[in-house]
């Protein structure tokens, strides 16, 4: 039931791009962006809503491929304040706005000069 | 405006003993999801709360259990504290929870002995 992500890490360099991708077995309503940087709490990103609506931050861009249960997050130009450990959670549907986040693993990502 | 505060930061407890945590949602926020956070299982749903009442839980044993106060306050309790427990227990609050973006508190490290 757990999303997997890919990959578990990565390291770039700064002003390199990278993608961040979320699978999961299961049928999805929505998919959820989290950034968690050290001893800090998560940070919301993005959320990606089944039929096409996105809410976010403008300068994160994601996609979410519904037949696929798949979620990718696309970093671009990267920053040092890129830097951390970035969560996806996936809700499969709720009743009456209930609300049950399954977060995947996480993907470390570290930003270098 | 004020972000979600959780009490106490840290706490220390022994096997068998029974730990409240505290969250304080954002003013205006009617959901409360709580999350225990290891470095093996990543971040797990405890439960959230909405008006008072529990929407939806995650699969953990009764020993965890939490409530939500009138003023959108929640409690965590954890009894007969176990080894394994020893976590960060984070909590989150949304608008109205569903598909609404989750502001994450602080957190609470808990460490049993």
């Known amino acids: 039931q757990q999303p997997v992500q890919s990959p578990q890490a990565v390291i770039l360099r700064e002003g390199e791009d990278a993608v961040i991708n979320c699978s999961s077995s299961k049928a999805l309503y929505s998919v959820h962006w989290y950034r968690q940087k050290h001893g800090e709490a998560p940070v919301f990103l993005m959320i990606?809503?089944?039929?096409?609506e996105q809410k976010g931050h403008e300068k994160i861009s994601a996609s979410f491929n519904e037949k696929k249960q798949q979620s990718s997050l696309y970093l671009t130009a990267s920053q040092l304040s890129y830097s951390g450990t970035y969560f996806c959670?996936?809700?499969?549907?709720?009743?009456?706005?209930?609300?049950?986040?399954?977060f995947g693993q996480g993907t470390r990502l570290t930003i270098n000069p | 405006k004020a972000g979600v505060t959780q009490t106490p930061r840290y706490l220390i407890k022994t096997r068998g003993q029974q730990v409240t945590l505290s969250c304080s949602p954002i003013s205006g926020h009617r959901s409360v999801s709580w999350y225990q956070q290891t470095p093996g299982q990543g971040l797990q749903f405890l439960f959230e709360?909405?008006?008072?009442?529990?929407?939806n839980k995650g699969n953990f044993p009764g020993r965890f259990s939490g409530r939500q106060f009138s003023n959108s306050r929640s409690e965590m309790n954890v009894s007969t504290l176990e080894l394994g427990d020893s976590a960060l227990y984070l909590c989150?609050?949304?608008?109205?929870?569903?598909?609404?973006?989750?502001?994450f508190g602080p957190g609470t490290r808990l460490t049993v002995l």
């Open positions: 709360y909405f008006s008072e009442t529990q929407r």
């Open positions: 990606l809503l089944k039929g096409g």
């Open positions: 989150a609050s949304s608008l109205s929870g569903g598909t609404d973006e989750q502001f």
């Open positions: 959670g996936t809700e499969k549907g709720s009743w009456e706005g209930a609300q049950k986040l399954v």
